[in-house]
């Protein structure tokens, strides 16, 4: 496999966390702008993490993941009463307010002689422990993917479980939800929390892979596009956000040939396929029609 | 999957390897969006393989170039690369070195269609 495949189906696989983030508050019936923020958190807790106190990426992984887990907390406890655009602007304040607070972050060690560590605006450099631990590209992919299959696999169980049954029904209908006896909003909290461990792997494997990371990486641009990832794949399953970031990789990578009008087409064509199918490719429909014909 | 158990088992013990820094110098070509670079490695190290990419910072992973390969410049440790930008604007550009070093640096220029600025330290 050559360099170019290789770092795109890691882009296409490091997206994918942050598509199936958005996926999973969008089942539980809530729209985020607001998941790049997690992918952040994570990023720099990871990078800290490794570079600054010396952990392996594993553990620095899972750190990543219990602060992107609390900092979805922490915005999901004051949100959880709000509903649609509501919230959907709630969470759009709060990734602004994680942003604003990434150019104020300073912290930095004296490692092997340099500066490490969160500098402001002018970003975190030297997240090193690929290149530390010679790590290869395409090692680094399985990694990816691997990590992404255990992730797929852990969500495919719990959609056929009662709980995920009960996350779709609290998102499709919470009174009628209510109605039955769920905890709707422990539900949506239970799926804020997550969602935001979700990201942050996705920001941990991230700044390990750019080995630099920066307040601008996670503005509002990234957050639109992982909703967009996961209404273009589709709220059928969970193979829906994959398929979202594949087609739109896939779309952004065939498409050079239009140069600078490339996304501008890109965003049409998106237009154009939610007129159609708004709640994309493999929506609920389409998943029944094809489990049907097993 | 035993290279990475090992790997992440060591965790702290690794080594430093030896940073490797870069200088680069792009003009315009007059051509649409397209810059020729200089790459200069310091240590000035010869028969490193590099490979330029770039991305946009605010659309990380997605709105991004095409990679393509440094040529060796004619002044030890120099590299060519030719960069085809989708648009101007301020892009990370990263030099994925490989051979005796492994090691991916990003430099953060302004592109625009009189010349290239760099940004940031």
Redesign the interface.
Known sequence: MDEYTIGVLTNVGLLAFLALSAYVLLVAGELSFGQQAFFGVGAYAAGVGTAMLALPLPLAAALAMGLGAGAAALVGLPTLRLRGLYFAMATLAAAEMFRIGFELFRWQVEVGGERVGPDGTQGFRGIRWVFEHGVEPAQFLLMVWALLGAVLGVLVFVERSRLGVAVRAGGQDPELAAAVGLDVLRIKLGAIVAAGALAALGGALFAHHNTYIEPRNFDIMLGVHSLAYALIGGLGTVLGPLLGVALDIGLLEGGRFLKEYRMIVFGGLVAVLLMFRPRGVLDERAVHRLTRWR | ?R??LV??????L????Q?VKADMDCRFTGA??VYDCVIRLRPPLEGIAI?V?ADM????????V??VKATPGKAPGEYHARLDL??TGEW?V?L?LSGAV???I?LHFLFTETGVTPR??
């Open positions: 999957m290279w990475l790997a992440a088992l060591l965790g702290p690794s080594a430093q390897a940073r649409d969006f490979v990419g910072p605010s659309m990380p992973l997605a709105h991004n095409r990679p989708d648009m990370a990263k994925r492994r090691d991916l990003v940031r330290k």
